[in-house]
């Protein structure tokens, strides 16, 4: 089954066509700068990339553009979109009522809708992909697969805020956890590729990229994750501050005289690893360099972002009693051996040792451990395209059935 999978951000859009049957990815690429002025990047399988600049006022142009890429006579690679069998669309927050994937009804758009106030940058963006798939495509199924599913399997002591109850009860604030897609898809193969017993398996995952977070998942089921009501709980990431002291809040307002909604804006775009550094990057390429060239900044901000993650890793091997394997993911965890080398040696105590020759390695699946190492470490390439293509083939499968 040909499956187009789409993942629509506020002014972007990615998209890949994959063949369910080898799983292999037969086009990718990418809208960017919509509803400014538009630019779209179109690589076939073994082909040429093309990046075309053209008008995307609204994301129903992007992805009729798309559409139009993909079956043109020349580059194309459809003859026509009744190839596409099903459309799998990754949406950001489901909400208290979406707990799992789903076939999406008018009952899910409302649901998607309702979820946005918690998801306000990505849900919106998110059902108008949906919808003009709807309306280009019409007929075929569009399957949700939401960030939050994988969180809904904490136990209750793990998802409640230690807050009044009726703000759960009339609000759901409670931790719904994000990246749910990558952390399912890595533990899941994680587990395959180690061997491990689906139902008696102890792993962690850290999806470390742009955004970061860290899961516990026992016999392959979430039971803690570093996000929380939204991506701003957890680690240190590239500009997001992660967890702090909530009475900073009030404190800066106090002091800078900014309101609640500027001081969210600080935290999310303008804290983490490009705060520490004081302003140099976000990305840890950048860091690495100048830390290397001396600046203590940006080695600080690798310092503090490596120390958080080892934190996280200790706390949930106390959550499951135990680990048997941890899994780097993401740009960073796949990319960044100076990050793994700092994160693992905060883990001695766990009997982990790292091969240092391995630690070279990047971009692919390899164990990370030395032999006698008490607890696997691996490096595993996440693909949440993969796993939306996965899900949408098993939903629709389901509904023919
Ligand atoms: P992601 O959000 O998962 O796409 O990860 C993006 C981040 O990965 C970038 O901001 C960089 O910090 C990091 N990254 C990507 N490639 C490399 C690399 N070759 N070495 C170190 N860090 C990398």
């Known amino acids: 089954m040909k499956v187009l999978v789409v993942n629509c951000g506020s002014s972007s859009l990615k998209y890949q066509v994959i063949d369910s049957d080898t799983e292999q990815v037969a086009a990718k690429g990418l809208c960017e700068r919509i509803g400014i002025d538009g630019r779209l990047t179109y690589q076939p399988a073994g082909g040429e990339k093309e990046v075309t600049d053209a008008p995307m006022p609204t994301h129903n142009e992007a992805i009729a553009l798309v559409l139009q890429a993909l079956t043109n006579p020349k580059t194309g690679v459809l003859k026509s979109l009744d190839e596409i069998e099903a459309i799998g669309h990754r949406v950001l927050h489901g909400g208290a009522k979406l707990t799992q994937s789903c076939i999406v009804d008018d009952d899910v758009i409302a649901a998607i809708d309702e979820a946005s106030d918690l998801g306000p940058l990505h849900n919106p963006a998110n059902l108008i992909g949906i919808k003009t798939c709807q309306k280009l495509m019409p007929g075929k199924p569009n399957v949700a697969v939401f960030d939050t599913s994988f969180g809904m399997t904490l136990p209750e002591y793990a998802y409640r805020y230690a807050i009044p109850t009726e703000y759960y009860e009339k609000y759901h604030v409670r931790r719904y956890g994000f990246h749910g897609t990558s952390h399912s898809f890595v533990s899941h193969e994680t587990i395959k590729y180690l061997n491990l017993d689906p139902d008696n398996s102890k792993v962690i995952v850290c999806h470390l990229g742009n955004g970061a977070s860290v899961s516990a998942v026992q016999n392959s089921k979430a039971v803690d994750t570093s996000m929380g009501l939204t991506p701003l709980e957890g680690l240190v990431m590239g500009t997001r501050s992660g967890d ?158």
């Open 244 to 401: 702090l002291d909530p009475a900073i809040l009030q404190y800066l307002c106090n002091h800078e005289h900014m309101d609640i909604n500027e001081m969210l804006t600080v935290l999310n775009k303008k804290s983490g690893v490009m705060a520490l550094s004081n302003g140099l990057s976000s990305d840890f390429r950048d860091l690495e360099n100048a830390m290397n060239e001396g600046n203590k900044a940006a080695g600080l901000a690798i310092d503090a972002f490596c120390y958080r993650v080892a934190k996280y890793i200790g706390a949930y091997t106390a959550a499951m009693n135990g680990v048997d394997a941890i899994t780097f993911t993401g740009g960073i965890g796949e990319n960044a051996g100076i990050v793994r080398k700092k994160v693992l040696a905060h883990l001695g105590y766990l009997g982990i040792t790292m091969d240092e020759e391995a630690n070279k390695q990047r971009g692919k699946t390899f164990v990370l451990s030395t032999p006698d190492s008490k607890v696997k470490v691996i490096v595993l390439p996440t693909n949440e395209e993969l796993a939306i293509c996965r899900d949408t083939v098993r939903l629709v499968n389901a509904a023919k059935a």
